[in-house]
């Protein structure tokens, strides 16, 4: 080809200046100069490359296969808890949940999406922030239980042009009886707090893990956790998914069989709706807790996703505790159930017989003060005075006992220490005596302390679950067993204090009588089985208190029945907190004894030991109310 | 006069080493933008690759000496498209840089001034009377180039603005720029630029924190850097191979076919392929030097150190970028990079070099 001839007119027509210069070597040195600076310029370019690719690749391959390899989390269902007999108490039910992935987060989109989802902004930002220390790639799950209309939102926003970082997954959520049904031994589970975290115990859970946090979630949390499993997915800038690397399934958490019988658990809810009280129902043959009902009550529902702070506020708050599990937490003065610990104790020391009387002639005089008896009963046995729950003999049976003697009794019996249930945060109570005095007092036991303690008052206080094992131990003959909540526990060897089986059988048919012989507590009878218990009344207030003219609160009302009073199946404790009068409880745990035969009866087993109806008893219905403390 | 100029007189080495660097650059813009809206511009780059070898044809064909008595009009035509791009350039990306010419495709109107500017600066140097350059000229020619160059800031476009400079710089050393101006001008820099800073626009400031510490804000404009940086180690010696680098193909790199196409090119090809394109770019730099050398007279040889002072600052800056060694600026990597005005601006620079080299027996 051809190109155009050079005009050399052109080079003077350039300028109006002197001529262009045609002397181009002119400048030989600085353009050397220029190519040494281009030759540093490339050196300077490829140990930029040398750093990053050759010194240290392997770096920047984490970083990159971090960039790209996402494991999303399968979230492990939860075992569920079953009742004794395998039926179903808490189940899992399967729900969506929304996570946010915070490596593609922007910060603008927060506050659409907390619209978009109906979550509080603060609230939203806050969770992000707890998640600051930890990994970028770890998404956060910002929403459990999703409604179908936060489905939509999410599958309609989650594209690229919207927000990329939202991601929907299943999640196995718990769902619990409603209307609290036994919330406190079940308790409820929660994402795991910032306090937790740093505890040790809490050491092998991650931020953001659901754990148990109440009762026997909490008390078998590891059991019945399981294993989250991943998803190891590739991943684009924006997320989505492009394969599917691997997947390790989750395993799901252990079932948990309770000792629990839903029927028993039901008469005692029922009996218990309205009042605020508890019931605890045992087998003191091994310790399986069968029933235990609190109420007030709460709904673990509200928990299972995260609690509403107003909701938990209304918990916390409210002046009757519905989250204290009054079963095992509850100490109050056991009042007359203390009375057949007396009896034992006087019975084994020797202290007293059966012929031992005392008179009772509404009252009694001892160091100087009177203590007064509700009632005057006159000439007054060991099987009267229970049976009438008479202050006077009680009074001179302890007075002759001293304090250490009750003191060893109810300590044998299982007062004064944790019963050792699988539940979390059990009380002690209190057992006085001389040594306990001095150490927490610093001053020395007065014997005239002695007279309030044996009819259960003064210092002496217990939780529901002590008395339910104390009398069923002490009915058992000195046999006292661990109560639990786990049907495949292994047995443990009982705590034993082996008593004299005459003995026992006198304050047994003391405590029959109770029920049955016109005593104090005969709303707990039954036709067709014969049902033994102590009522006990104890006072709030100290009677120095009301003699201030202080008001008196009411009192709390106990009951303990067991049944058949020979080698017993059942023991139940109830507490009727303001209650006033014992009978009314012994009414209640009548509701649990009841259904506890009903079953028996449904299920064609024989009634052990049950007598025939005894016509000797009047009915009880009609008997004038002896109701006695 | 000395009859007629060969086609066989063009720079073929310079030309093979241009097409081996644009067949490399096509392959990886495909790699890139696979399964991407950008798919198809591999395609659309090997039209721009084969019209841009036919502007550089043309701007070989006419005497530079015929387009250096029109620099003036040249310079302001310049300035009137510049401002034409200020009033109705079309609204991309945020600022306005292009002006429709044809359907599919934009004008990139600072991308063609550079030519001018070359010219310019070889046309006012050769102009001087001593063999060193008077502050006075320098005034002036510096003045004459921070028109277009505030005209393009304002666009905004610091980056291909900053590309004049160099053209500048070169031209007056070359001229014989006293040493100690380049002191003062360091010195001189150093003092402004807090100043300077503060004029930026916030997008600007936010690079240039992030170039300075990039891991300071990692999802902002520090995320270029970082998965660049992470892009570039992860090819490692060897690469991973054209289309299976994952910082490229699952898009953690940004604009991996344009700005980016360095980073997308060193994760899929590794060291031995940087090394490879990096001595083709220096094979091309010192070609273009060696044309200056053997220019037929000082305006040739400004034209062919002006040209390859722009190459190397562009490369400089965006390869430098790529390694997290420059901030970030939309430079695009010359004729690797996706894009139409870009490459044909460089195939008609290409051109005026060969237009050098074909006229240096003349005298």
């Known amino acids: 080809m051809k190109l155009l001839p050079i005009e050399p007119e052109t080079q003077h027509e350039a300028s109006s200046k002197p001529v262009l210069r045609d002397d181009p070597k002119f400048a030989s040195a600085r353009i050397a100069a220029f190519q040494y600076i281009t030759v540093a310029i490339f050196l300077f370019l490829i140990s930029g490359f040398w750093d990053l690719q050759v010194r240290n690749p392997e770096f920047y391959n984490e970083l990159a296969e971090r960039n790209r390899i996402k494991s999303l989390p399968i979230i492990a269902p939860r075992g569920k808890i079953l009742d004794r007999d395998g039926r179903v108490i808490v189940d899992n039910h399967l729900s969506w949940s929304v996570i946010l992935s915070r490596e593609t987060l922007k910060p603008e989109h927060l506050r659409p999406i907390a619209d978009g989802l109906h979550l509080d902004y603060d609230d939203l930002q806050i969770q992000l922030k707890r998640f600051q220390s930890r990994p970028k790639y770890e998404p956060i799950i910002i929403k459990q239980e999703l409604t179908p209309a936060d489905i939509a939102f999410v599958e309609s926003h989650k594209d690229p042009d919207f927000f990329p970082e939202l991601e929907l997954i299943h ?44 009762g026997l979630e909490k008390q078998y949390n590891d059991s019945l956790m399981g294993v989250d499993g991943q998803r190891e997915v590739v991943v684009d800038n924006r997320g989505r998914e492009r394969q599917v690397l691997g997947i390790k399934e989750a395993i799901p958490g252990k079932n948990l069989q309770t000792t629990l019988d839903l029927d028993l658990q039901a008469a005692a809810e029922l009996a218990l709706d ?49 989250l204290l599990n009054r079963a095992i937490q509850a100490q109050f003065a056991p009042g007359s159930t203390f009375k057949p610990i007396i009896a034992i104790a006087g019975l084994e020391t020797g202290t ?43 009074y001179n049976v302890g007075n002759k006992l001293g304090i250490d003697q009750i003191a060893l009794f109810a300590t044998q019996a299982g007062y004064g220490h944790p019963s050792g249930i699988d539940l979390p945060g059990e009380a002690a109570g209190v057992v006085p005596s001389s040594e306990w005095k001095i150490r927490n007092f610093r001053q020395k036991w007065y014997a005239g302390e002695t007279i309030s303690v044996s009819i259960g008052q003064g210092a002496t206080t217990v939780t529901p679950i002590q008395m339910a094992r104390a009398i069923g131990g002490l009915a058992m003959g000195g046999i006292w067993y661990k109560p639990h909540l786990l049907k495949s526990a292994k047995p443990e060897p009982p705590h034993q204090y082996p008593l004299n089986p005459e003995n026992v059988a006198k304050v047994v048919s003391g405590m029959c009588g109770v029920v049955n012989e016109g005593g104090t507590g005969v709303r707990a009878r039954i036709p067709g089985i014969e049902v033994c218990g102590k009522t006990g009344t104890a006072q709030l207030a100290s009677n120095a208190f009301l003699k201030r003219g202080g008001k008196a ?56 030991a049950a007598r025939p109806p005894e016509p000797a008893a009047s009915q009880p219905e009609e008997t004038p109310a002896t109701e006695r403390e | 006069m000395s009859g007629y100029l060969n086609l066989r007189d063009i720079d073929w080495g310079m030309l093979v080493i241009v097409l081996i660097i644009c067949a490399l650059g096509v392959v990886q813009i495909f790699s890139a933008a696979i399964g991407t809206q950008w798919q198809d511009a591999w395609w659309k780059q090997i039209i721009w690759i084969v019209v841009g070898l036919v502007l550089m044809w043309i701007c070989t064909a006419i005497d530079y000496h015929a387009l250096m008595t029109r620099v003036w009009a040249l310079y302001g035509l310049s300035l009137v498209l510049l401002l034409a791009v200020l009033v109705a350039g079309k609204q991309a990306f945020g600022s306005t840089r292009w002006i ?13 001034v550079k030519l001018v500017i070359v010219l310019l600066v070889a046309r006012f140097m050769t102009e001087l009377r001593g063999d060193n350059l008077e502050t006075r000229d320098l005034l002036k020619i510096m003045a004459l180039i921070v028109a277009p160059m505030l005209l393009v800031i304002k666009e905004p476009d610091l980056g291909t603005a900053l590309t004049y400079l160099p053209i500048l710089a070169v031209g007056a050393v070359l001229a014989g720029l006293n040493w100690r101006y380049v002191v003062v001008a360091a010195v001189i820099v150093v003092l402004v630029l807090p100043v300077g800073v503060h004029f930026l626009q916030p997008y600007q400031k936010a690079r240039l924190v992030s170039f300075l510490n990039p891991e300071g804000d990692p999802r902002g404009t520090g995320y270029q850097v970082i998965e660049s940086k992470i892009a570039v180690g992860a090819g490692g010696m ?58 037929p007279d000082r305006a040739g040889m400004y034209i062919c150190m002006g040209v390859a002072a722009l190459l190397l600052f562009h490369v400089l800056v965006n390869v430098g970028m790529v390694v997290g060694r420059m901030p970030v600026t939309g430079i695009p990597l010359p004729l690797m990079s996706a894009g139409g005005s870009s490459m044909l601006s460089i195939f008609l620079m290409l051109g005026l070099v060969n237009n050098v080299r074909v006229r240096r027996f003349v005298n």
Request: glycine share 10%; aromatic share 12%.
């Open chain 2, 100 to 112: 429709p010419l044809a359907p599919g495709f934009h004008l990139q109107v600072s991308e063609f």
């Open chain 1, 553 to 608: 609160p009411k009192d709390n009302a106990w009951f303990v029945g067991f049944t058949p009073p020979e080698h017993p199946e059942i023991v139940v404790a109830g507490l009727w907190e303001g209650g006033e009068k014992s009978a009314y409880t012994a009414a209640l745990v009548r509701e649990v004894l009841k259904a506890w035969s009903d079953k028996k009866i449904r299920l064609g087993q024989s009634l052990v």
């Open chain 2, 238 to 295: 060897w690469g991973k191979g054209v289309a299976h680098g994952t910082q490229t193909q699952l898009r953690f790199l940004p604009v991996p076919h344009t700005d980016f196409i360095f980073a997308a090119f060193a994760e899929e090809h590794g060291f031995v392929g940087v090394v490879v394109v990096l001595a083709l770019y220096f094979m091309l730099l010192m070609q273009i030097v060696k044309n200056a050398q053997t220019a």
């Open chain 1, 171 to 214: 999640a196995q959520r718990r769902m619990y009886p409603q209307n609290g049904f036994a919330a406190h031994v079940i308790g409820y589970t929660g994402e795991i707090s910032e306090s937790e975290l740093d505890e040790p115990e809490f050491a092998k859970y991650d931020t953001g893990s659901v754990i148990g946090k109440f």
């Open chain 1, 352 to 394: 007293i017989d059966d012929q031992y009387t005392v008179h009772c002639p509404g009252g009694a005089t001892f160091y100087g003060h009177f203590y007064k008896c509700h009632e005057v009963d006159g000439t007054v046995s060991l099987h009267k005075g229970i049976v009438k729950s008479c202050d006077v003999y009680f």
């Open chain 1, 274 to 322: 309205g009042r605020k009280g508890a019931i605890v129902a045992l087998d003191p043959r091994n310790g399986e807790v069968l029933a235990m009902a609190n109420r007030p009550t709460f709904d673990p529902n509200k928990f299972s996703v995260r609690i509403k702070s107003s909701d938990w506020k209304e918990l916390v708050d409210n002046p009757d505790h519905p």
